[in-house]
Protein backbone atom coordinates (compact mmCIF):
# COMPACT_ATOMS: atom_id res chain seq x y z
CA UNK A 1 0.00 0.00 0.00
CA UNK A 2 1.37 3.30 -0.96
CA UNK A 3 0.63 6.13 0.74
CA UNK A 4 1.16 9.79 -0.82
CA UNK A 5 1.21 13.15 1.35
CA UNK A 6 -1.35 14.57 -0.64
CA UNK A 7 -4.00 11.50 -0.26
CA UNK A 8 -6.79 12.48 1.71
CA UNK A 9 -7.56 11.03 5.22
CA UNK A 10 -10.74 9.29 5.34
CA UNK A 11 -13.04 9.95 8.56
CA UNK A 12 -16.60 8.73 9.29
CA UNK A 13 -19.05 8.33 12.21
CA UNK A 14 -22.88 7.70 12.39
CA UNK A 15 -23.62 11.74 12.70
CA UNK A 16 -21.61 14.73 14.68
CA UNK A 17 -19.54 12.75 16.90
CA UNK A 18 -16.91 11.86 14.38
CA UNK A 19 -16.22 15.59 14.02
CA UNK A 20 -14.71 15.74 17.42
CA UNK A 21 -11.73 13.68 16.34
CA UNK A 22 -11.46 15.21 12.69
CA UNK A 23 -10.89 18.93 14.67
CA UNK A 24 -8.46 17.04 16.74
CA UNK A 25 -6.86 15.36 13.45
CA UNK A 26 -6.91 18.60 11.82
CA UNK A 27 -5.25 20.58 14.79
CA UNK A 28 -2.66 18.47 14.86
CA UNK A 29 -2.05 17.84 10.81
CA UNK A 30 -3.22 20.93 8.88
CA UNK A 31 -1.77 20.50 6.18
CA UNK A 32 -3.20 16.85 5.66
CA UNK A 33 -6.85 17.41 3.63
CA UNK A 34 -9.66 14.95 5.19
CA UNK A 35 -12.54 14.03 3.82
CA UNK A 36 -15.73 13.48 6.78
CA UNK A 37 -18.63 11.51 6.07
CA UNK A 38 -21.73 12.05 8.73
CA UNK A 39 -24.20 8.96 8.04
CA UNK A 40 -27.25 11.10 9.60
CA UNK A 41 -29.64 8.99 7.82
CA UNK A 42 -29.22 5.84 9.78
CA UNK A 43 -28.25 7.58 13.05
CA UNK A 44 -27.99 6.50 15.67
CA UNK A 45 -26.01 3.25 14.97
CA UNK A 46 -25.82 2.43 18.93
CA UNK A 47 -28.32 -0.20 18.77
CA UNK A 48 -28.62 -0.76 15.31
CA UNK A 49 -27.04 -4.68 14.69
CA UNK A 50 -23.82 -5.87 13.37
CA UNK A 51 -25.31 -6.54 9.68
CA UNK A 52 -26.89 -2.94 9.32
CA UNK A 53 -23.86 -1.06 10.73
CA UNK A 54 -21.19 -3.26 8.58
CA UNK A 55 -23.46 -2.62 5.44
CA UNK A 56 -23.37 1.40 6.33
CA UNK A 57 -19.34 0.72 7.16
CA UNK A 58 -18.78 -0.94 4.56
CA UNK A 59 -20.47 1.81 1.87
CA UNK A 60 -18.79 4.63 3.10
CA UNK A 61 -15.60 3.22 2.75
CA UNK A 62 -15.81 2.55 -0.82
CA UNK A 63 -16.91 6.13 -1.16
CA UNK A 64 -13.90 7.15 0.72
CA UNK A 65 -11.52 4.83 -0.78
CA UNK A 66 -12.95 6.55 -4.48
CA UNK A 67 -11.71 9.82 -2.83
CA UNK A 68 -8.39 8.76 -2.43
CA UNK A 69 -8.40 8.00 1.22
CA UNK A 70 -5.67 5.50 2.18
CA UNK A 71 -5.76 6.03 5.85
CA UNK A 72 -9.55 5.38 6.81
CA UNK A 73 -10.29 6.37 10.32
CA UNK A 74 -13.53 4.97 11.56
CA UNK A 75 -14.27 7.78 13.79
CA UNK A 76 -16.70 5.97 15.85
CA UNK A 77 -16.36 3.37 19.19
CA UNK A 78 -19.61 1.68 17.43
CA UNK A 79 -17.88 0.52 14.59
CA UNK A 80 -15.06 -0.17 15.96
CA UNK A 81 -16.49 -2.55 18.64
CA UNK A 82 -19.24 -4.30 16.73
CA UNK A 83 -17.69 -4.82 13.45
CA UNK A 84 -13.90 -4.17 13.23
CA UNK A 85 -12.57 -7.58 12.79
CA UNK A 86 -14.89 -7.77 9.17
CA UNK A 87 -14.51 -4.00 8.32
CA UNK A 88 -10.59 -3.56 8.63
CA UNK A 89 -10.12 -6.63 6.40
CA UNK A 90 -12.44 -5.12 4.10
CA UNK A 91 -10.68 -1.99 3.99
CA UNK A 92 -7.84 -3.49 4.07
CA UNK A 93 -8.79 -5.21 0.82
CA UNK A 94 -9.41 -1.60 -0.94
CA UNK A 95 -5.57 -1.23 -0.41
CA UNK A 96 -6.37 1.30 2.91
CA UNK A 97 -5.25 1.36 5.92
CA UNK A 98 -7.80 1.17 8.67
CA UNK A 99 -7.56 2.72 12.28
CA UNK A 100 -10.28 2.58 14.94
CA UNK A 101 -10.82 4.92 18.07
CA UNK A 102 -10.73 2.42 20.80
CA UNK A 103 -7.68 0.69 20.40
CA UNK A 104 -5.30 3.93 21.44
CA UNK A 105 -8.00 5.12 23.77
CA UNK A 106 -7.73 1.76 25.64
CA UNK A 107 -3.58 1.65 25.59
CA UNK A 108 -3.33 4.87 26.62
CA UNK A 109 -5.04 5.14 29.67
CA UNK A 110 -3.94 1.25 30.14
CA UNK A 111 -0.83 2.47 30.54
CA UNK A 112 -1.24 5.93 31.90
CA UNK A 113 -3.67 4.69 34.70
CA UNK A 114 -2.96 1.14 35.69
CA UNK A 115 -4.24 0.80 39.26
CA UNK A 116 -7.00 2.67 38.89
CA UNK A 117 -11.04 2.32 38.74
CA UNK A 118 -11.76 3.59 35.29
CA UNK A 119 -15.32 3.81 34.23
CA UNK A 120 -16.35 3.69 30.47
CA UNK A 121 -19.65 5.27 29.08
CA UNK A 122 -20.62 4.17 25.03
CA UNK A 123 -23.87 3.19 23.34
CA UNK A 124 -25.26 -0.42 23.90
CA UNK A 125 -23.06 -2.10 21.16
CA UNK A 126 -19.47 -0.54 22.52
CA UNK A 127 -20.16 -1.62 25.93
CA UNK A 128 -22.04 -4.90 25.42
CA UNK A 129 -18.69 -5.72 23.14
CA UNK A 130 -16.50 -5.53 25.90
CA UNK A 131 -14.02 -4.00 23.81
CA UNK A 132 -12.44 -1.29 26.48
CA UNK A 133 -12.26 -3.55 29.06
CA UNK A 134 -10.56 -6.50 27.17
CA UNK A 135 -8.28 -4.39 25.54
CA UNK A 136 -7.65 -1.93 29.50
CA UNK A 137 -7.24 -5.21 31.18
CA UNK A 138 -4.47 -6.84 28.60
CA UNK A 139 -2.45 -3.78 29.68
CA UNK A 140 -3.38 -2.98 33.03
CA UNK A 141 -4.78 -6.44 34.64
CA UNK A 142 -4.92 -4.45 38.23
CA UNK A 143 -6.99 -1.66 36.53
CA UNK A 144 -11.14 -2.00 37.41
CA UNK A 145 -13.14 -1.58 34.71
CA UNK A 146 -16.75 -0.54 34.81
CA UNK A 147 -19.00 0.41 32.02
CA UNK A 148 -22.10 2.00 31.87
CA UNK A 149 -24.68 2.37 28.45
CA UNK A 150 -25.77 5.53 28.06
CA UNK A 151 -27.86 5.15 25.17
CA UNK A 152 -29.91 8.61 25.22
CA UNK A 153 -26.73 10.67 25.22
CA UNK A 154 -25.62 10.53 21.25
CA UNK A 155 -29.29 11.06 20.17
CA UNK A 156 -29.46 14.02 23.02
CA UNK A 157 -26.23 15.28 21.47
CA UNK A 158 -27.24 15.10 17.52
CA UNK A 159 -30.37 17.01 18.01
CA UNK A 160 -29.08 19.84 19.61
CA UNK A 161 -29.79 19.30 23.74
CA UNK A 162 -26.36 20.68 25.02
CA UNK A 163 -25.69 22.39 28.14
CA UNK A 164 -29.45 23.17 29.03
CA UNK A 165 -31.10 21.50 32.28
CA UNK A 166 -32.74 18.20 29.66
CA UNK A 167 -28.99 17.52 29.09
CA UNK A 168 -28.05 18.12 32.99
CA UNK A 169 -30.80 15.55 34.19
CA UNK A 170 -29.89 13.19 31.84
CA UNK A 171 -26.19 13.04 32.72
CA UNK A 172 -27.13 13.51 36.24
CA UNK A 173 -29.33 10.13 36.00
CA UNK A 174 -26.95 8.33 33.91
CA UNK A 175 -23.61 9.01 35.99
CA UNK A 176 -25.07 8.66 39.64
CA UNK A 177 -25.32 5.41 38.97
CA UNK A 178 -24.11 2.28 40.64
CA UNK A 179 -21.89 1.59 37.95
CA UNK A 180 -19.60 4.09 37.71
CA UNK A 181 -19.58 4.60 41.91
CA UNK A 182 -16.06 5.55 42.99
CA UNK A 183 -13.95 5.97 39.81
CA UNK A 184 -11.06 7.89 39.23
CA UNK A 185 -10.96 7.86 35.34
CA UNK A 186 -13.94 7.80 33.02
CA UNK A 187 -13.86 7.49 29.50
CA UNK A 188 -15.62 9.01 26.79
CA UNK A 189 -16.41 5.48 25.08
CA UNK A 190 -18.42 7.58 22.51
CA UNK A 191 -16.89 10.55 19.47
CA UNK A 192 -20.17 12.57 20.50
CA UNK A 193 -19.50 12.60 24.27
CA UNK A 194 -16.47 15.27 23.95
CA UNK A 195 -19.06 17.75 22.92
CA UNK A 196 -20.66 17.40 27.12
CA UNK A 197 -16.92 16.91 28.39
CA UNK A 198 -17.37 19.90 30.12
CA UNK A 199 -20.72 19.20 31.64
CA UNK A 200 -20.05 15.63 32.64
CA UNK A 201 -16.37 17.76 34.12
CA UNK A 202 -18.59 20.08 35.86
CA UNK A 203 -20.53 17.13 37.30
CA UNK A 204 -17.98 14.96 39.05
CA UNK A 205 -16.63 18.85 40.31
CA UNK A 206 -13.47 18.10 38.09
CA UNK A 207 -13.34 15.06 40.81
CA UNK A 208 -12.77 12.97 37.98
CA UNK A 209 -10.35 12.65 34.97
CA UNK A 210 -12.39 12.80 31.86
CA UNK A 211 -10.07 11.45 29.04
CA UNK A 212 -9.78 13.63 25.97
CA UNK A 213 -10.12 10.61 23.46
CA UNK A 214 -10.42 12.80 20.46
CA UNK A 215 -6.80 13.97 21.09
CA UNK A 216 -5.12 11.08 22.04
CA UNK A 217 -7.00 9.38 18.37
CA UNK A 218 -5.23 12.14 16.71
CA UNK A 219 -1.76 11.55 18.39
CA UNK A 220 -2.20 8.16 17.12
CA UNK A 221 -3.17 9.08 13.68
CA UNK A 222 0.12 11.37 13.47
CA UNK A 223 1.96 8.56 14.38
CA UNK A 224 0.52 6.24 12.23
CA UNK A 225 1.17 9.08 9.28
CA UNK A 226 5.07 10.03 10.84
CA UNK A 227 6.07 6.59 10.37
CA UNK A 228 5.03 6.14 7.16
CA UNK A 229 7.01 9.11 6.54
CA UNK A 230 4.37 11.47 5.18
CA UNK A 231 5.45 15.12 5.91
CA UNK A 232 2.30 17.17 5.76
CA UNK A 233 1.69 19.19 2.46
CA UNK A 234 0.95 22.70 2.20
CA UNK A 235 -1.85 22.47 -0.40
CA UNK A 236 -4.23 25.26 -1.69
CA UNK A 237 -7.74 26.20 -1.01
CA UNK A 238 -9.57 24.34 1.04
CA UNK A 239 -8.91 20.63 0.31
CA UNK A 240 -11.26 19.60 3.14
CA UNK A 241 -14.80 17.58 2.44
CA UNK A 242 -17.57 17.30 4.28
CA UNK A 243 -20.61 14.84 3.31
CA UNK A 244 -23.77 13.75 5.26
CA UNK A 245 -26.15 11.25 4.22
CA UNK A 246 -29.25 13.48 5.40
CA UNK A 247 -29.27 16.87 6.24
CA UNK A 248 -29.55 18.28 10.19
CA UNK A 249 -29.36 21.99 10.88
CA UNK A 250 -27.08 21.17 14.07
CA UNK A 251 -24.39 19.43 11.94
CA UNK A 252 -23.83 22.21 9.84
CA UNK A 253 -23.71 24.49 13.46
CA UNK A 254 -21.37 22.19 15.30
CA UNK A 255 -18.93 21.91 12.12
CA UNK A 256 -18.84 25.15 12.19
CA UNK A 257 -17.85 25.25 15.59
CA UNK A 258 -15.35 22.71 15.53
CA UNK A 259 -13.59 24.13 12.51
CA UNK A 260 -14.19 27.79 12.83
CA UNK A 261 -15.06 28.54 9.20
CA UNK A 262 -17.65 28.48 7.00
CA UNK A 263 -18.45 24.25 6.23
CA UNK A 264 -19.86 23.31 2.73
CA UNK A 265 -21.71 19.79 3.77
CA UNK A 266 -22.67 18.24 0.24
CA UNK A 267 -25.44 15.56 1.02
CA UNK A 268 -25.09 12.61 -0.55
CA UNK A 269 -27.27 8.65 -1.09
CA UNK A 270 -25.17 5.82 -0.90
CA UNK A 271 -27.76 3.56 -0.74
CA UNK A 272 -29.82 4.40 -3.52
N1 LIG B 1 -20.38 8.44 17.72
C1 LIG B 1 -20.64 7.07 17.70
C2 LIG B 1 -19.79 6.28 18.65
O1 LIG B 1 -18.66 6.68 18.89
C3 LIG B 1 -22.00 6.54 17.45
C4 LIG B 1 -23.18 7.04 18.21
C5 LIG B 1 -24.43 6.44 17.62
O2 LIG B 1 -24.65 6.62 16.42
O3 LIG B 1 -25.18 5.76 18.34
O4 LIG B 1 -20.17 5.24 19.13
Known amino acids: MV ?32 VYF ?13 E ?8 ITDFLV ?11 NTVSAAVWDDLSSYTYARQALPVNVIDPVA ?3 GRQYPDSAIGVIGTKNTIRSGAYPLKIKSIAPKARVSSLATP ?12 DDISNAIIKTYLSGRAL ?5 LILGCTHYPIIRNQILEYYNYRVEVVDSAKIVASHLCTIIKSE ?18 HTDYFEKIAETFFEKKIVLEKIDLWK
Open 66 to 76: QHNCKIILAAC
Open 229 to 246: NLPGRVYSGNADKFFISD
Open 52 to 59: AILHYSKK
Open 38 to 50: GDTAHLPYGDKSP
Open 107 to 109: EQV
Open 181 to 185: RDIDI
Open 3 to 34: IQTSDPIGIFDSGVGGLTVAAAVKQLLPDHPI
Open 152 to 163: LLAPMIEEGFVY
